[in-house]
């Protein structure tokens, strides 16, 4: 086994690079080898930082949440190390400690971390964080993690481990009660709960509203301006899910900060922040405005058409069901589709699925394409002077951002 960090970083810059040269990303594989030649390198390296971990997990909106935690905390002054890639494994930590790393060490004072549920167990394990940020659980990937309560029964883990503060969303019952030495909650007010339909009332299940105190409220929605308890900002992030992320990333800082926390400057930093990777990203098609949005599970979707369609834009719909996005694509009929009027296009290896699902809710389909390739070209073509959206689940997303990425560039 290796014990120096210095030697790690060393190996592990090496793999990205003879990784690269083949042909691969060289994301990942960094951390992978890391794990395998020196299981507590993560602890040694972390474990130094002088205002510690934090840990932001659940189902969805970890992506965005943690990228926007982190710009506040850069905003506040913090020197602050995270995992940007997307990988949320302990590899992808692993593999950005790497790449972030100079002789040996991290130049930070903080570590936000975004981790998949099943493997922030792992993490913790080996890491207690200092903080953690449990977002929600939402039917997501069942196939493979069984029942949404496994995926509770991970959060919890979690929070066991967490030696100071747990950050809660007081609107998903299934944590609200989780138990740690010091709980912290973030909600909505009802002026905006109708914009968060769950999967409970897919089935005729009563949401009981928490009546718990909440450091950070979410009070109105009104186009991109957002009013929280603290004050109001405007949001490049488009929709009501992106503005509950926020105010999860808000209370979250506002406990790392205590008496530093600046309301004003934070709200005003928060207003700078532009779409996380693949989440919400706008892409200027020859002058035309293109949207690409996630969508992942039943209440994911069904809140970004509440919030994000416009009935005027053109709309292809692409669904995939590789591992990343779930093997299990039978939420597609738990998805309210009746606002769509008419989709351009629908593709991925799913389309057909996804397809029938719109015709059954009478939306009209102009065009079925499993080629993503094929199909985002055609639909780029269509009708070029209106604007447009694509619904995505994440490896389609990344297949199209790969092209548009290529092609167009990312609208600032």
Same mark, same amino acid.
């Given at each position: 086994m290796v014990k120096s960090p210095l030697l790690v970083s060393f190996i592990g810059r090496a793999v990205s690079c003879i990784s690269r040269l083949k042909g691969g990303h060289g994301s990942?594989?960094?951390?992978?080898?890391?794990?395998?030649?020196?299981?507590? +390198? =993560?602890?040694?390296?972390?474990? $130094?930082?002088?205002?510690? &971990?934090?840990?932001?997990?659940?189902?969805?909106?970890? /992506?965005?949440?943690?990228?926007?935690?982190?710009?506040?905390?850069?905003?506040?002054?913090?020197?602050?190390?995270?995992?940007?890639?997307?990988?949320?494994?302990?590899?992808?930590?692993a593999s950005s400690a790497i790449a972030e790393m100079r002789r040996g060490k991290l130049d930070a004072d903080i570590a936000v971390v975004e981790l998949d549920e099943a493997h922030a167990v792992h993490f913790v394990n080996k890491i207690a964080p200092k903080y953690a940020l449990l977002l929600n659980v939402l039917r997501d990937?069942?196939?493979?993690?069984?029942?949404?309560?496994?995926?509770?029964? +991970? =959060?919890?883990?979690?929070?066991? $481990?967490?030696?100071?503060? &747990?950050?809660?969303?007081?609107?998903?019952?299934?944590? /609200?009660?989780?138990?740690?030495?010091?709980?912290?909650f973030f909600g909505y007010s009802p002026n905006v709960s109708t914009l968060f339909p769950n999967d409970d009332e897919l089935y005729g299940l009563k949401n009981v509203k928490s009546k718990r105190s909440a450091s950070v409220i979410l009070q109105e929605i009104a186009g991109d301006a957002i009013t929280f308890n603290i004050g109001t900002t405007k949001l490049k992030l488009r929709g009501a899910h992106n503005a509950f992320n926020a105010a999860g990333a808000l209370a979250l800082t506002k406990e790392i900060l205590g008496k530093e926390f600046d309301a004003k400057k934070m709200l005003k930093a928060l207003s700078e922040i532009q779409p996380a990777f693949g989440r919400g990203e706008s892409f200027d098609i020859n002058g035309v405005p293109l949207e690409l949005i996630l969508v992942k599970n039943p209440s994911g979707f069904r809140i970004v058409l509440g919030s994000q369609y416009k009935p005027k834009t053109l709309t292809m719909i692409a669904i995939n069901d590789q591992y990343a996005d779930g093997r299990d694509m039978s939420w597609l009929w738990d998805v309210d589709l009746a606002m769509l009027k008419r989709v351009e296009v629908v593709s991925g290896v799913r389309a057909y699925d996804m397809a029938l699902r719109l015709n059954h809710q009478n939306?009209?389909?102009?065009?079925?394409?499993?080629?993503?390739s094929?199909?985002?070209?055609?639909?780029?073509?269509?009708?070029?002077?209106?604007?447009?959206?694509?619904?995505?689940?994440?490896?389609?997303?990344?297949?199209?951002?790969?092209?548009?990425?290529k092609e167009y560039g990312r609208v600032k």
């Open positions: 990942a594989l960094p951390g992978l080898v890391a794990e395998r030649i020196a299981p507590n +390198f =993560l602890y040694d390296v972390l474990s $130094k930082l002088p205002r510690g &971990v934090v840990v932001i997990s659940g189902t969805n909106g970890k /992506t965005t949440t943690t990228k926007m935690t982190v710009e506040l905390l850069r905003a506040a002054g913090l020197k602050v190390f995270t995992n940007p890639s997307g990988s949320n494994f302990t590899r992808g930590v990937q069942l196939d493979r993690f069984g029942e949404i309560d496994t995926t509770a029964g +991970f =959060l919890r883990k979690i929070a066991e $481990k967490t030696t100071d503060t &747990v950050i809660l969303n007081r609107e998903d019952p299934r944590i /609200t009660d989780i138990a740690a030495r010091k709980t912290v939306v009209e389909v102009n065009n079925v394409d499993t080629n993503l094929e199909a985002l070209t055609h639909f780029l073509n269509e009708n070029p002077d209106q604007p447009k959206q694509i619904f995505a689940t994440y490896t389609a997303m990344l297949h199209m951002r790969k092209i548009l990425k």
